[in-house]
């Protein structure tokens, strides 16, 4: 009996880190992911137009593979972060992902309820169109605007600073994300999809059950192969000026993550840049002279975050002394007082 559990225990724990550890490579034949082989193809040719306009004299390999952005301390801590993710995925995010469908649900049971059986009947075409439509858009506001909150509330940029450690870009390092980062943007996509889904699957008058999920639409696939993986790369793809205030080109990502102060805060939108022109926090790529961004935290922040454990541990390290330091001051004002 005992060895017989002991027996379920292994093979559940080999089968947990077995999942882990293929989901990194999963994601090259995942077309709703950004590293799809297909969609690296497209990112070799629009970095091979971006090698040819810049008229470097570099061979184009060594342009594109440099070790200084592939092999580089801060290239290293990605990819020890992403294993780490594809635990936590496995073990404290995949179990939840059934609570979008629990959310859909309910969303489309409380609409019968309000509104009664006989609404709006979208075709299947219809529904298509606009569900996709509408997951696009109110799933690239709320990116967008948890972005915003991360840079915006301190306890919150403790954790997004992981990201923005990266001293240099790689494809990869859109996978440098605190776990509790990881957590909060699984969180608001599991809540978005099951609204919309809700509201779609009610109006449609469940339609919604037979279009199978393509998961990956007509949007997220041109985003995606239009140099999404340049967004974090020295490849500075940039689009024209008019088109810089609708979406985000890759360049305008590299200004994101760049370590001069006049830059932060800034671009923070993921395909759309209207909500970034919206809050006043858009800059386009010809504002910035010759192109020219250095990577990081900046202010010699970068230090504190240049191994893997100092970029797990440090936001709780730094909360953990925030909190003790507003103590402290309440004790001392409180002693002045009396
Ligand atoms: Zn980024
Ligand atoms: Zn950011």
Redesign the pocket.
Known sequence: MNSKCMDMSFHEIFDTVYEALKLPFKNFVNPTKRIHYLYLVSTLVLALYVYYRSKTRQNFFKFLFHKKVWFSKSAWIDYKIIFFNSFVKVLLIAPFLIFGLYISYHVNEYLMRTFGYESIKLSVTETLIYYTIALTIIGDFFSFFI?YL??RIPFLWEF?KI??SATSLNPLTQYRLHPIELLLNNAKNIIVFGVVTGVFDYLSNHQIEKITFLGVNAFSFIFLAWGANLRHSHVKLTYFNFLEYIFISPFQHQI?HSNNPEHFDKN?GSKLAIWDWMFGTLIRSKSVKNRKVEFGLGLGDDKNYNTFWKNILMPFYNLFQKVTKSFKYKKETAFTKE
Do not use: S
């Open positions: 972005h991360m840079h997004h990201h923005h994101h923070m």
